[in-house]
């Protein structure tokens, strides 16, 4: 695979320096601020042996275990490439239940490289059956999410199939297991809150955080492990956001400091290692849970994603609206839409305007 190339206006430095760098070709806007890995005409996803067509999965659900979420929903959507016509969702979404320990999993993945849909793909098949066989599982759910995840992306890297040299996806969680939530997040989708603020209205909690390059503790280990971060100049003078870079080469170019799969990148300092946030919920303030790609972040804050969940009648009508608000705002920035997958969950006896 020919990894998608940069030109430099100074030379490496090894020590992580962030030098300024010129981005050339009449693709530098429409890729600005996607994950750049692999051929430049797969770059978001060609037609691969793994895939399937899921541009577009609604799910109405009301929860069958007895936990903190009533009802929830969720949708992905296939964004907009014009220089793919071949594209795929690479995104995908996991919402399942565990009767026997009253649990549910809400999980979104978002793909990234040339085979990024079938990384995100074999999560989505077998994740919430490893975890939900892990000997951990009734009594500790980050062991056995952690052991569940690290055994499938094992399994990827493994398969012949996927190439996954440049190729990867992130995944964020939430378990809610009767009144206790436990966030589990690689790369840069999202879990977020919706509480009482007091004074009549809801405020968004940042429940995961993202995992950028240039946040501290993430920088600092990827130049521990000799790679590089720094953003791309383009053509027009606006940076791009702060990529891994390799020591020696101009790749691969990943805008997240941890993914699965990206066998490249993990050279550079990247990790698959989950970070954990945990919590219980509160009848009398927690009101809704929201997962989401970065196909929704990317435009849509955290307080006026909240505001659109809390002014809609359903999880599901909520869903449909920030889908189209993330795409209506892509449009306006540049010249592609990402993938959009959202999940939006009412807590306890919560039930929107």
Known sequence: MKPHSITHASSLNPNGA???????????????????????????GGVSQLSINNERNTNILHSQVHCAVNEYSGISHKGHAPYNPKKKNQDALIMTDDASTNTLVLCVLDGHGEHGDSVAIAFQNHLAREMMNHHAWKLDVKTAAAEAIAKIEKNVIRDYR???????????????????????????????????????????????????????????????????????????????????WLGHLDVPGLAMSRSLGDCVAHTAGVTSVPEFTERDLDPATDKCIVVATDGLWEFVTNQETIDM??????????????????????????????????????????MNA
């Open 162 to 244: 996927i190439d996954t040299e440049f190729s990867g996806t992130t995944l964020s969680m939430a378990i809610i297991r009767g009144n206790r939530i436990t966030g589990v997040n690689i790369g840069d989708s999202r879990v977020i809150i919706g509480k009482d603020d007091g004074n009549g209205g809801i405020t968004a909690e940042e429940f995961t955080h993202d995992h950028k390059p240039d946040t501290e503790g993430e920088k600092e280990r990827i130049i521990a492990a000799g790679g590089r971060v720094f953003a791309v100049e383009y053509d027009d003078g606006i940076d791009g956001p702060p990529r891994v």
């Open 18 to 44: 962030e030098p300024s760098v010129k981005k050339p070709g009449p693709l530098a806007k429409i890729r600005r601020r996607l994950t750049v890995t692999g051929a430049s005409q797969n770059i978001d």
């Open 309 to 350: 969940v809390a002014g809609v009648a359903t999880p599901a009508i909520s869903v449909d609206d920030l889908v189209k608000e993330a795409r209506t705002r892509w449009l306006a920035e540049e010249q592609v839409i990402d993938d959009t997958t959202v999940i939006t969950a009412s807590l306890f006896s919560y």
